[in-house]
């Protein structure tokens, strides 16, 4: 018989159980990463996004990928074989679809829990991926130690694995971050990696005895089955982009009458009343519409030009818009799908909008024409964009306001002492000469809070604001009490591009325990 050898010297039918080996490891780490970036998303509804919540997702999954290594290393000297990495492939699809049941195990427990953001975080991650970050760590140095068996070229192996381990890691991360999550979401992506981890599996599995693979088929539908029977395939979000997990819920009351809120994540961002788009039900949004009148002293019919930063429900562009029809108004919001969900289910008309889906500084800074009014409305309570908050942002602004034009900014922090807040008060006071907070109802303790922030270089404004319009509601300066209180403004920091810690200030409001 004839052996066919190629030009490295290596047969070939050895070179091709070689390219199946490297393709095995390649396709492992990319499914490896699209389960890490996955992680962020199903965990969002639950504890928001922020550096901590990645934090933990990439901590355990890279723990897991570690002790994988590690035991595929033992078990590859101790006699591990392509059997062995078929089990590990097929286990790994087993508890990647696991991982949805845990979520729908744990999540209610973790809701109802006192822990803060951050442990639960951790909770979360470690329960639905340390086990399968830590099976598909295995089959790289399996399969790498099964190669050298089959050629001696050492570096050359070892290189060409570890290279193809980095490269799958980093196909796994673009597919998913920008084009598997906005098309397909998340349990479908689950689903899609079993298979796929499946069909790796397969080919190792060919030399599996009978009891064995009754076992492991038995186990692959037990997941299947109990997944299902605890829900865990439901899907919390009606719609995931790459931005967000989004839900439009039914908010109608007695007192108001039908309405329709945004909830992006975990945080309602917007109440909209299906006939009457100027009534503001949110007090933060109402208040920031009286503010406007208070400070234009009630001349609000002509063509004043607004722009929005972020869009989420437009609630508030979609009042401008109905109680000033002559109004210019222009919203920057990132996510188009934010923008077509609210159009779609929000009772929300764009055509007398200028809608740019860019992010809101580039916007901004790139438009020659002034504003009278610039309101910031992309926020949420532990993710705030930092290069929204900086000093070198407020002169953005500044240089963008008409010389009577009104900063207005909402901001979810602790209450009594705020030092997110109180960061961005000093910051602003360098650029304006009012800067003002403001709150519809001071609470007693410690609280989380939505803050109303304006900042003009006109009149000041007074103590006190009742509403003129919409609901019976009375708001009034706090900045005083809060720069009086708690941590000194001396020992905050200005917030700049170069350095804004925006996760240690609002550090308390993340380890504070409370029901998510």
Same mark, same amino acid.
């Given at each position: 018989m004839v052996r066919l050898i190629n030009m490295s010297g290596v047969p070939v039918s050895t070179r091709r159980v070689l390219i199946w080996y490297s393709f095995t490891i390649f +396709? %492992?780490?990319? !499914?490896? #990463?699209? *389960?890490?970036? @996955?992680?962020?998303?199903?965990?969002?509804?639950?504890?928001?996004?922020?550096?901590?919540s990645w934090t933990s997702i990439i901590g355990v999954i890279l723990a897991g990928l570690s002790l994988g290594n590690w035991l595929g290393g033992r078990w590859a000297d101790r006699?591990?074989?392509? +059997? %062995?990495?078929? !089990?590990? #492939?097929? *286990?790994?699809? @087993?508890?990647?679809?696991?991982?949805?049941?845990?979520?729908?195990?744990?999540?209610?427990?973790?809701?109802?829990?006192?822990?803060?953001l951050i442990s639960a975080s951790f909770l979360y991650v470690l329960g639905m991926f340390f086990i399968p970050a830590v099976l598909l760590g295995i089959p790289t140095p399996l399969l790498t130690t099964l190669a050298l068996g089959l050629d001696s070229r050492t570096g050359h192996i070892v290189g060409r694995m570890h290279a193809l381990a980095a490269l799958g890691s980093i196909l796994g991360t673009f597919t998913t971050g920008y084009w598997l999550i906005q098309y397909f979401g998340t349990r479908v992506i689950i689903i899609g990696c079993a298979v796929v981890l499946v069909v790796l599996a397969a080919p190792f599995l060919r030399k599996v005895r009978t009891k064995q693979a009754a076992f492991l088929v038995v186990l692959a539908v037990g997941s299947l089955v109990a997944t299902h029977a605890r829900n865990g395939f439901a899907n919390p979000c009606e719609r995931e982009s790459n931005y967000f997990c989004m839900r439009v819920v039914d908010v109608s009351q007695p007192s108001y009458g039908p309405a329709r809120a945004l909830i992006l994540d975990h945080l309602m961002h917007g109440i909209n009343h299906e006939f009457e788009p100027a009534l503001m039900i949110s007090p933060y949004v109402h208040a920031m519409d009286e503010i406007m009148r208070v400070h234009f002293k009630g001349n609000l019919n002509y063509r004043q030009r607004y722009f929005f930063m972020g869009g989420g429900a437009y609630t508030q562009p979609r009042a401008v818009s109905a109680m000033?029809?002559?109004?210019?108004?222009?919203?920057?919001?990132?996510?188009?799908?934010?923008?077509?969900?609210?159009?779609?289910?929000?009772?929300?008309?764009?055509?007398?909008?200028?809608?740019?889906?860019?992010?809101?500084?580039?916007?901004?800074?790139?438009?020659?024409?002034?504003?009278?009014?610039?309101?910031?409305?992309?926020?949420?309570?532990?993710?705030?964009?930092?290069?929204?908050?900086?000093?070198?942002?407020?002169?953005?602004?500044?240089?963008?306001?008409?010389?009577?034009?009104?900063y207005l900014i909402n901001i979810i922090d602790l209450h009594p002492d705020p030092k997110l807040v109180k960061s961005l008060v000093k910051t602003l006071q360098a650029e304006f000469e009012h800067v003002d907070v403001w709150l519809d109802k001071v609470p007693f303790g410690t609280a989380r809070v939505t803050y109303v922030i304006s900042a003009q270089n006109t009149a000041a404004f007074p103590e006190n604001i009742s509403s003129q319009t919409g609901f019976s509601r009375n708001w009034q300066k706090v900045k005083q009490r809060l720069v009086s209180f708690g941590t000194p403004m001396a020992e905050l920091p200005m917030l700049t591009d170069d350095f804004v810690p925006v996760e240690r200030l609002l550090a308390g409001m993340l380890f504070a325990p409370g029901d998510r």
């Open positions: +396709l %492992s780490s990319a !499914i490896l #990463l699209v *389960l890490e970036i @996955v992680a962020g998303r199903l965990i969002a509804p639950y504890v928001g996004v922020s550096l901590y006699g591990g074989n392509e +059997l %062995s990495v078929g !089990i590990v #492939l097929l *286990l790994a699809a @087993v508890f990647s679809i696991g991982s949805l049941m845990f979520l729908s195990l744990i999540a209610p427990w973790l809701q109802e829990s006192q822990l803060d000033y029809p002559e109004a210019q108004v222009t919203v920057a919001e990132l996510d188009p799908l934010v923008t077509a969900t609210a159009r779609e289910s929000l009772f929300l008309d764009t055509s007398k909008m200028e809608i740019i889906h860019r992010d809101a500084r580039a916007v901004l800074q790139s438009r020659q024409q002034q504003y009278d009014v610039v309101v910031a409305d992309g926020f949420h309570d532990i993710s705030v964009p930092y290069h929204l908050v900086t000093r070198e942002f407020a002169q953005s602004v500044k240089s963008r306001l008409a010389p009577n034009g009104i």
